[in-house]
């Protein structure tokens, strides 16, 4: 069957832009989390949702960051006015569970990888 | 905290065996294994509950010892397709969302 999509695979934006990552979970998939991950470093959390309530936004650096999953499904990272410091891969997972006590993983997709010029 | 992995690099001819640990200075819940290739997702290769329980198949399996909140992933007879960065995620018990912390990566490298 079909992984987790993720779109535009590349991005190429100029400093204060603002860009859309788009996330298209497996289907049926209730959590969703996104990921950033620098060069040479592990996946570092940003926000998970539960269909389409954001339940932990912890992990977003600041306030240019922004994401959402209106209805439970596809879900958008938005970045405003971009950095430099914004560039690296995000990477968008979905999971079967609903949260609490469980065995099911996350999967992964391709990432998309921003360049901020 | 992000769990510390080690080695960090490693360079293995083919057929030779290999151990990745991960080591956490919080209770985990749960420790999640994964493999990177350059470019690509990180792909899924198994999962390990609190239970000191041993997972594995074929020639990769894993050991989690709940109360060192330490993980090890065993690699037997390395092959060419292994070669990538390893990297291991914790839940920490009662995390609340389950987000997966990881390790900054192992880089494996095996050669023929």
């Known amino acids: 069957g079909a992984g987790v999509s993720q779109s535009p695979r590349y991005k190429v934006a100029k400093r204060g832009q603002d860009v859309a990552l788009r996330c298209d979970p497996i289907?049926?998939?209730?959590?969703l989390f996104w990921y950033q991950q620098a060069l040479g470093q592990g996946p570092e959390f940003l926000t998970y949702?539960?269909?389409?309530?954001?339940?932990?936004k912890s992990g977003l650096p600041s306030d240019r960051f922004f994401a959402e999953r209106p209805e439970g499904s596809v879900s958008t990272l938005k970045i405003q006015r971009t950095q430099q410091e914004d560039s690296a891969v995000y990477l968008c997972?979905?999971?079967?569970?609903?949260?609490?006590?469980?065995?099911?993983?996350?999967?992964f997709g391709p990432g998309t990888r921003l360049l901020v010029l | 905290q992000q769990p510390v992995q080690s080695p960090q690099a490693v360079i293995l001819r083919e057929g030779e065996d290999a151990v990745i640990n991960c080591s956490s200075s919080?209770?985990?819940?749960?420790v999640h294994w994964y493999r990177q290739k350059h470019g690509e997702a990180p792909v899924f290769l198994m999962i390990?509950?609190?239970?000191?329980e041993q997972k594995g198949h074929e020639k990769i399996s894993a050991s989690f010892n709940e109360k060192k909140q330490q993980s090890s992933l065993y690699l037997t007879a390395s092959q060419l397709s292994y070669s990538g960065t390893y990297f291991c995620?914790?839940?920490?018990?009662?995390?609340?969302?389950?987000?997966?912390?990881f390790g900054k990566g192992t880089k494996l490298s095996v050669i023929p």
């Open positions: 949702f539960q269909n389409e309530a954001q339940l932990d």
């Open positions: 289907s049926g998939h209730v959590s």
């Open positions: 997972a979905s999971s079967p569970r609903r949260g609490g006590a469980g065995q099911e993983t996350q999967y």
């Open positions: 995620g914790t839940e920490s018990s009662g995390a609340g969302s389950y987000q997966l912390t």
């Open positions: 390990l509950l609190k239970g000191g």
């Open positions: 919080k209770a985990l819940y749960s």
